[in-house]
């Protein structure tokens, strides 16, 4: 087990992000999240056989051998009532995503879990949207209404400029989650300008 020191002070916000080889699954033994469902899904190995039947990837972030965070992604449609591009002359109602599948950050950190997310959305713009079409992120942001007071994701996700695929949706939701959207558009074109300028 890990001292609780150990993720003490640290700047997680330029981390490096690793993809989960089969080397590192050994990694987790001290994994300590909030929900304790994401520990098992590590431990239990839900991630492992995820990835071994290419449903997912999956990085994670360690300090020395501890495991600090993972986050998994995966392809997806975006399905919304309203068509959301319809000022770009695009009528369609379902859209190209990625989906964040599971996140976790071990409970002792601070600022992994918006570290994760900005890389995703990073990655997904670098290395994705350049070879596949792809303008959402998606997740499905936890809901669980069955403890005091109810855990809701979403928030989390919200700080980051993602919105309710159903605005609508009522409280507590039907499924324990409610899923939400990222727009990629407007990072894209600024990396893309931002890429312009240095090379000019
Ligand atoms: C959700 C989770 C990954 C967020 O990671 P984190 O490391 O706690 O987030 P950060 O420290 O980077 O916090 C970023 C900001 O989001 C806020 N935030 C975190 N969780 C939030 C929530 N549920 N609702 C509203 N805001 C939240 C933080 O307070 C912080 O705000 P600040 O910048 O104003 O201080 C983490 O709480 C976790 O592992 N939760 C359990 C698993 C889970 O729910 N995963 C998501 C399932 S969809």
Redesign the pocket.
Known sequence: MPSSGKFDGLDFSQIDIELLTPELRKLGQGFR???GE?VTYWKQGRIHREIDASLCQCWIVRVEDTLA?YITLLADKLQVEDPLLAKEGVKYRTFPAVK?G????D?R????????MDWAIDYVITEVTPIIGVRFIT????YDADVEPA??????Y??LGFEFAIPTDPLPPVNP?RTMYFDLKQLSEALVTEDMTEDS
């Open positions: 999240c909030i929900r994401f965070g964040i599971l996140l976790a950050v409970r950190t601070k600022g992994l879990g918006i570290r994760l997740v499905d942001a936890l855990y809701d994701a979403s928030g989390f919200a700080k989650y």
